[in-house]
């Protein structure tokens, strides 16, 4: 009889674990939702002039941000009445007082003079751009390309309006993290080109510690759901076992 008590004190203690195991999964799974949902806004590119960084029909995950916090490198979401008042997604690769120019002697995109290495470029190998231009960024303002060069519509078709094809850092409604769905997208890292110029890189979103609260969540209810069934499947085998050596 001892042995019985015993085991539906175990079996108690476990099914409350396994209670309070969905419960707190249900909170992470659900908060890192909300969390997300606060923090983030989902886009549909439009266009393929970031592949093949992003393509077009992708869906990424873009952290809300103010104009202020945009660095160079930053894959920004931005509406500007210019360029159709349409969201848009293009690479900040100049801001406010730089000289932006292409192509250097390597082939390369020139900030300030100092080549920029893109490795991000659909054809890294060949020069940053097709067309040679210099750019003066006003300030407040930042320039922008396409990671396709060749096809992409950015600063550099614009070279002629005021601000030489510059939009305002208060144009910008978000900044890329991840791209959500093709799953083989996963998270955009910050391009290391552009850390060793002044203000360097920005730095990463939350999307890593989201995706880890909401993946813990999941883990906690799918064990604590599991849990019962197992337990109770154990506890068959248990009983069957002694009445088959009491007999």
Not at 7 to 15: A, I
Not at 81 to 101: E, F, N, Q
Not at 178 to 187: D, I, M, Q
């Amino acid at each position: 009889m001892a042995t019985g008590r015993t085991g539906d004190g175990r079996g108690r203690l476990g099914s409350a674990l396994s209670g309070l195991a969905v419960a707190v999964g249900c909170v992470l799974f659900l908060g890192g939702f909300a969390w997300g949902a606060v923090v983030y806004r989902p886009y549909t590119v439009p266009t393929d002039s970031m592949t093949p960084t992003v393509g077009a029909g992708d869906r990424v995950l873009a952290e809300r941000i103010d104009g202020d916090e945009v660095r160079r490198g930053d894959i920004v979401v931005f509406r500007e009445s210019r360029w159709g008042d349409l969201p848009m997604v293009k690479r900040v690769v100049g801001v406010g007082g730089d000289t932006i120019a292409c192509c250097g002697d390597g082939g390369r995109l020139t900030v300030n003079g100092t080549e920029v290495d893109e490795p991000y470029l659909r054809d890294a190998a060949g020069p940053a751009s097709p067309n040679s231009f210099t750019a003066t960024v006003p300030e407040g303002q930042l320039f922008l390309l396409g990671d396709e060069r060749m096809g992409s519509l950015d600063s550099r078709t614009r070279l002629k309006d005021p601000g030489q094809g510059s939009v305002p850092r208060a144009a910008v409604e978000a900044r890329l993290d991840a791209v959500a769905w093709p799953l083989s997208g996963g998270v955009l890292e910050r391009p290391e080109g552009f850390a060793e110029l002044p203000g360097g890189v920005s730095r990463f979103g939350p999307v890593k510690l989201i995706l880890g609260v909401v993946a813990a969540g999941a883990l906690l209810i799918f064990g604590g759901a599991a849990y019962g069934p197992v337990a109770r499947r154990f506890s068959r085998g248990s009983r069957g076992k002694v009445t088959a050596d009491a007999g």
